[in-house]
């Protein structure tokens, strides 16, 4: 079992920026480059709904219609952190941001490839 730690969340105004981060840990001998990573958020009264995800090794992302060509995922598996880079954010965007990891999965936006699940951060968009 797999411990994640969302953080970066805040208070921004439209059009602004933020950057959340997914520190990743396990039991010794532990390695993040097995793990296809994903970022997820829910909405209040929605359900949550797949944002982002990226590859083991980083070399496929996938991204919801929603955050396209707005937010970028990357990850650092030497730091064992993933990173969810959100520009011109929108209210709409306003949401609890998960992080979680899938051990037999490429990335896909399908919450039940997902294994672990961090404990989420609160993202607020609003003037």
Known sequence: ????????GG??????????????????GFTLDSYTV???RRAPGKEREGVSCISATGAST????????????SRDNAKKTVYL?????KPEDTAVYYCAASRDWGPTLRRYA???WGQGTQVTVSS
Do not use: H
């Not at 959340?20 to 010794?28: K, M, T, W």
């Not at 991204?63 to 995922?73: L, N, Q, W």
């Open 62 to 73: 996938n991204y919801a219609d929603s955050v396209k060509g707005r937010f970028t995922i």
């Open 38 to 40: 994903g970022w997820f």
């Open 85 to 89: 880079q959100m520009n011109s954010l």
């Open 1 to 8: 079992q797999l411990q994640l730690v969302e953080s970066g």
């Open 114 to 116: 997902y294994n672990d």
């Open 11 to 28: 208070l921004v105004q439209p059009g602004g920026s933020l950057r959340l981060s997914c520190a990743v840990s396990g039991v010794s």
